[in-house]
Every structure is written in C-alpha cells, then in structure tokens.
C-alpha cells in the first residue's frame, strides 16, 4: 500500500509565508524606476549567500516581471538570461530593428552583445533609447546582453557606462586615450566599423573627460548598475 508522506508543518508554514511575502509585493507596486529599483536591490542582497541570492533574484526577477513594461527579447543568449531571470515571459524578435522598435512603443528590449549587429550604434542617433540593464550584471563579468528601454537611470553608486565610437584605433589605444582623460575603459564588442566599451562609474554623456575622446562619431548609450 502507498504511504502519504506525512507534511512538517514549520515547511508549511514557511512555504505560506513565503506566498504571503509575494502577494504583498505585487500589491506593492514598483519603484519610480530602474536606479531605485538598483539601489533598493543591492542593500537586499548585502551578506546573503550565493543560494539565497540567486533565489531572490528569481522572485523578484518575475515580480518585476508581472509589474514591469513588456519584455522583448532578440538573440539566443538574451533568451537564456531572460528565462533565467523573469521567467518564460518575453516575446522573441527575429531582428534587432523589431527588438527595438518594442522599446520605442514601450517596452523593454533584451538584446545580444554579438558581431553579427551592431544595433547598439544605433542609440547615438536615437537619444530617447538608453541602455538601462547589462547581463549579467556581476561586477566581475562582462554582459552577454543590454536592456533598451526609453529613458536614462541616474547613479546608482556602482554602475558602468556603455559608450560608442567609430575610432580605426586598436582597442587598446582607445583604452590607453581613455584613460590620459581620468577614464577607466573596458573594450565589449566591436561590429560594423563600430566599438563598444564599458567605462567604470557612472558617466554622463556631457562629461568633459570624452570632449578629447577618440572617433569622429561617439557617445554615451546608457548607464546600468553592477551587483
């Protein structure tokens, strides 16, 4: 004969608490935007362990989710990140202009870091696009992906900046003539006669520190926050 297996109650009870907790954050509602929801994140995440990360990543991923803008995707790595962290919930573009096009009418546009486009050179001529969101976001990893949506995040007080030139210069020149300016830079891609790089901190796109920079067409594309 098969045995039920008799429930713990304190599980149960810690499951029903856990239901309880989500309820009240959807109720709750999201901050006024993505570098409050950074700052907010960050001091949650402050000394808990690797597991206990990931899994309030995963909640608060499909939380943001639920509450957030619609979610598009394009490219095979933004799919992965995607589900990983908001779950089966964003739409797949077949091209980088139709990803784009989403975020312009509102949405929120994951899109892959590759060769094969060089979409992000796009945002120079489309300032009303910023990049909002690196994945992964660990300070010790390059991401894979850029979230676009419309409008820039201010300072979180650990970001990277994302910024574009069309310099014929090596990368490592590039870097060298960064930094002479107080810039630390990190090259990321480069596409279509363009480059991308990460840059440390937060920098605007007035910063005077680029005035000198390298490339007859550069510029910031966004800022996002590193955990």
């Not at 990803?99 to 001529?125: C, I, N, P, V, Y």
């Not at 300032?127 to 979230?147: G, I, N, Q, T, Y």
Request: no cysteine; aromatic share 4%; glycine share 12%.
């Amino acid at each position: 004969m098969l045995v039920e297996p008799p429930e713990d109650p304190a599980r149960l009870a810690q499951d029903e608490a856990v239901i309880r907790a989500v309820r009240g954050r959807l109720a709750g509602g999201r901050r006024p935007g993505p570098d409050a929801e950074a700052i907010a994140l960050r001091a949650l995440l402050k000394g808990l362990s690797a597991a206990e990360t990931a899994a309030v990543r995963a909640v608060l991923g499909r939380i943001d989710a639920a509450q957030g803008a619609p979610l598009i995707v394009w490219g095979p790595a933004s799919q992965v990140i995607a589900a990983d962290r908001y779950g089966l919930v964003a739409r797949v573009a077949a091209r980088p202009e139709a990803a784009l096009k989403a975020a312009h009418e509102g949405g929120r546009a994951l899109m892959d870091l590759t060769t094969a486009s060089a979409w992000w050179g796009r945002l120079l001529a489309e300032p009303e696009l910023r990049v909002v969101a690196a994945l992964p976001d660990h300070r010790a990893r390059h991401p894979r992906a850029l979230m676009v949506q419309q409008g820039p995040t201010g300072p979180t007080g650990e970001d990277r900046t994302f910024w574009v030139t069309d310099s014929p210069l090596a990368p490592g020149r590039i870097v060298s003539a960064l930094g002479e300016s107080g810039l630390a830079a990190s090259p990321l891609i480069e596409s279509g006669g363009l480059k991308l790089f990460a840059l440390a901190g937060y920098v605007q796109a007035q910063d005077g520190r680029l005035s000198e920079a390298p490339g007859s067409l550069q510029g910031v594309i966004g800022a996002a926050p590193v955990f």
